[in-house]
Structure formats: structure tokens, C-alpha cells
Nanobody, 121 residues
Framework: QVQLVESGGGLVQVGGSLRLSCAAS????????VGWFRQALGNEREFVAT???????VYVDSVKGRFTISRDNTKNTVYLQMNSLKLEDTAVYYC???????????????WGQGTKVTVSS
């Protein structure tokens, strides 16, 4: 079992920055792929970014150059640094852990409760 807890969400203005954290406990964390997904009101959950245990990353096109995913295995934590935030980044952000690098939510076995990010003008 892996337990995931997200933090760092909040209210930020357009162009601002936030850093989300995903703290994991339970099974060996460093072997897990960890992804970030988001769900805006009325929309389906969508992939944002993912990172493998060795640091390989994949991003959705809409966040490339603005978001950076990273991990600190000594702290069992994955981060999502979000810069140049846009109104359309407003969503609940979820982290998830799974066995393989994937952009598909069904590939992830463990999910956090989410943290809300609101970008205002």
C-alpha cells in the first residue's frame, strides 16, 4: 500500500507560481512512478506530468515550459512546480503512484485526495 497526501494548493493570480507536494508513505516509494493529474469543474480528469523512479519525465503539451515535476526519494516526496499560471490551470490536482510511466489514469493504483488550485485574474 502507498498513501499519498497532496499539499501546496491555493489561490494565485495569473502569471504567478505555486509548488505542489505529494508526500508518500507505505511501500518503497523510489520504485514508483508518480504522476500529477488535474480535474477542472465539469471536466474529466486529465494528465499533467509524470516522473519515473530514475527521474524520467513526461508532460502534457499545455504545461511544457511552465511546470516542472521532480522528486526527492529521501523525503518520499514528488513536487510539481507551476510557473506562469493561467486561468485554465484552475483545477483540483491529484498525485498518483503506479508501476509504469504512463499518461493514463488507469495505470496508477494509488491516489491522493487532491489539492485545489485556483488561478484568478
Amino acid at each position: 500500500q502507498v498513501q499519498l497526501v497532496e499539499s501546496g494548493g491555493g489561490l494565485v493570480q495569473v502569471g504567478g507560481s505555486l509548488r505542489l507536494s505529494c508526500a508518500a508513505s507505505g511501500r518503497t516509494f523510489s520504485n514508483n512512478v508518480v504522476g500529477w493529474f488535474r480535474q477542472a469543474l465539469g471536466n474529466e480528469r486529465e494528465f499533467v506530468a509524470t516522473i519515473s523512479g530514475s527521474g524520467g519525465t513526461v508532460y502534457v503539451d499545455s504545461v511544457k515550459g511552465r511546470f516542472t515535476i521532480s522528486r526527492d526519494n529521501t523525503k518520499n516526496t514528488v513536487y510539481l512546480q507551476m510557473n506562469s499560471l493561467k486561468l485554465e490551470d484552475t483545477a483540483v490536482y491529484y498525485c498518483a503512484a503506479g508501476p509504469r510511466l504512463s499518461t493514463l489514469s488507469r495505470s496508477y493504483n494509488y491516489w491522493g485526495q487532491g489539492t485545489k488550485v485556483t488561478v484568478s485574474s
